[in-house]
């Protein structure tokens, strides 16, 4: 079945730092979907991407729909504490549009 | 407030016991979902309602069991569970089954099985 691969799987950074992510598979997907997982709470929905070559912001946040529809790009820039979590790339399937999750990059910022 | 309210936020059950989550939405939503969160592994997909009507169960244990009694309200049914069923049940919804509108997820279960 379509898997996607986030890399890298954890990151450690100092605040202040631009920070970027990447999520690739072997199929198209015709919908990317970015989230981010805070601490013993649910995954938010950040930002949605609907067409290749897309780039969307929202706030320090940037993603990106790849050309190929195999892969997708988020990029935080001057980080800040509170962006420490789990950020995880998904899409809905071809097979029958339920959304399927990366297993996520972790984001951890040195004090 | 997500609105996808889960309860209770944590669950410390035994093997033998039976216990039940539950998921509430007020978004006016159509569809909702039962999410397993284990340590290192994506996401993985249970349970899908659709308008109140089961549409997909990616071959779950029989052990865990959802309920639909309406658009608003999911639960999940737990019996005689297994250590490595400890996870963080997550419960979604969504407008429709389709997802490219991303779901909204509640704050989760965390389910531990001694």
């Known amino acids: 079945g379509q898997q996607l691969n986030q890399s890298p799987q954890s990151m450690f950074i100092q605040e202040g730092e631009d920070v970027s992510m990447n999520c690739t598979s072997s199929?198209?997907?015709?919908?990317w979907l970015w989230y981010k997982q805070d601490p013993g709470e649910g995954p938010v929905l950040l930002i949605a991407?609907?067409?290749?070559?897309e780039l969307t912001s929202n706030g320090r946040l940037t993603a990106q729909f790849g050309i190929t529809r195999k892969d997708s790009f988020l990029n935080i820039s001057a980080s800040i504490p509170s962006d420490v979590g789990i950020y995880f790339c998904?899409?809905?399937?071809?097979?029958?549009?339920?959304?399927?999750f990366g297993k996520g990059t972790r984001l951890h910022i040195l004090p | 407030e997500t609105g996808v309210t889960q309860t209770p936020r944590h669950l410390v059950m035994g093997m033998t016991n039976k216990k039940s989550l539950k998921c509430e939405q007020h978004?006016?939503?159509?569809?909702m979902y039962w999410y397993k969160q284990s340590a290192k592994k994506p996401l993985e997909l249970m349970f899908v309602?659709?308008?109140?009507?089961?549409?997909e169960n990616n071959s779950v244990p029989s052990r865990f069991s959802p309920e639909c009694p309406n658009s608003s309200h999911l639960f999940l049914h737990l019996h005689t569970l297994q250590p490595e069923d400890s996870a963080l049940y997550l419960c979604?919804?969504?407008?429709?089954?389709?997802?490219?509108?991303?779901?909204?997820f509640g704050s989760g279960t965390r389910l531990t099985v001694v």
């Open positions: 199929s198209i997907f015709n919908t």
């Open positions: 979604a919804s969504s407008q429709d089954s389709w997802g490219g509108y991303g779901y909204t």
């Open positions: 991407l609907y067409k290749a070559g």
């Open positions: 998904a899409g809905p399937t071809n097979r029958d549009d339920k959304i399927i």
């Open positions: 978004l006016g939503h159509n569809a």
């Open positions: 309602y659709s308008l109140e009507e089961r549409v």
